[in-house]
């Protein structure tokens, strides 16, 4: 079976434990503001343009066939018109600063398998594996559940990174070969989560009380947005939430900046501003789930 894959990250510290090999599927229906995988929001195959990395140089203009990338060589100035683009990946080859880039390509659970098998030995003495991640990886669950099967049978470990947001049969096709579940809470507030998500929260609460009724390995992640969740009153929801519905592990995730060079590379447009919490704020949530 075939889908849709962004990015495979092999060595991954911070996507379950031990040393992992993390699999990006593509695609999510959420619209999270401070996405740090804007790459992984939509399906298919996009353009990315760094800015940052760009000489001006022209040679993407000489090699684009369809016109869809235009230069002036007296200023440098470049121009594209997606609407032009058919995505040939000349501009991307030619580029000297690796500032272009196509994200995202169909591949096969079989040469996914291939990829994270590389790193057996790894998981082996380290206690790791593989992670699906995304994007929302079970917006795929088919594909999903291939690759965690096969994953499986070849003696690795796996986990599933999930917002939640999905039908219950998604996760259960899953949940035959997933060994721990990463599953992200983003705050309790129903209205607050839709405002900076797109999405309620209703599904999210649900799955998650119905998996941690089958009892199985379960890591919730809370993403800290300062001015979004870091406030008492949020913060302390999420926090009393946790204690009445306690998983196997809490992680406290503060806002990076990394997504907002990817979103202006995908343009057009800028990013919405975040930053993470104070530090203070930070340990009196660790604090609270510290018994847990």
């Known amino acids: 079976m075939k889908g849709s894959v962004f990015d495979i990250q092999r060595a991954s510290y911070v996507d379950g434990p031990g040393i992992r090999t993390t699999v990006f599927l ?14 992984g929001k939509r399906r298919g195959t996009q353009r990315m343009h760094f800015e940052s990395k760009c000489l001006h140089c022209g040679k993407c203009a000489g090699v684009c066939r369809s016109g869809a990338i235009s230069f002036v060589p007296s200023s440098g100035a470049l121009g594209f018109s997606p609407g032009k683009c058919v995505l040939c990946g000349r501009c991307a080859l030619i580029c000297p600063q690796n500032a272009i880039s196509l994200c995202g390509y169909e591949t096969d659970s079989g040469e996914i398998l291939d990829e994270v098998k590389k790193d057996i030995g790894f998981y082996n003495d380290t206690g790791g594996g593989v992670t699906l991640s995304g994007g929302e990886c079970l ?45 992200d809470i983003k705050c309790i507030t129903p209205p607050l989560h839709r405002k900076f998500t797109g999405v309620g929260n209703q599904r999210i609460m649900e799955n998650y009380r119905r998996l941690l009724s089958l009892g199985v390995g379960i890591t919730v992640r809370v993403p800290l ?15 009393a939430f946790l204690r009445e519905n306690p998983p196997g592990r809490v992680e406290f995730l503060p806002y990076h900046a990394m997504g907002e060079n990817k979103y202006r590379a995908l343009g057009p447009g800028e990013p919405e501003k975040f930053s993470a919490p104070s530090q203070e704020v930070i340990g009196k949530l660790q604090a609270a789930v510290k018994s847990l």
Not at 26 to 39: D, F, I, L, Q, T
Request: charged content about 25%; glycine content about 8%.
């Open 26 to 39: 593509k695609g999510c229906h959420m619209n999270c503001a401070w996405c740090h995988n804007p790459e």
């Open 225 to 239: 947005i300062a001015g979004f969740n870091d406030g008492d009153a949020e913060s302390g929801k999420i926090t």
């Open 139 to 183: 917006d795929q669950p088919d594909f999903a559940a291939e690759i965690l099967e096969k994953c499986k049978k070849a003696g690795i470990s796996t986990a599933v990174d999930t917002a939640g947001d999905v039908p219950w049969e998604s996760i259960e096709t899953v949940l035959p070969y997933t060994d721990l579940f990463l599953y």
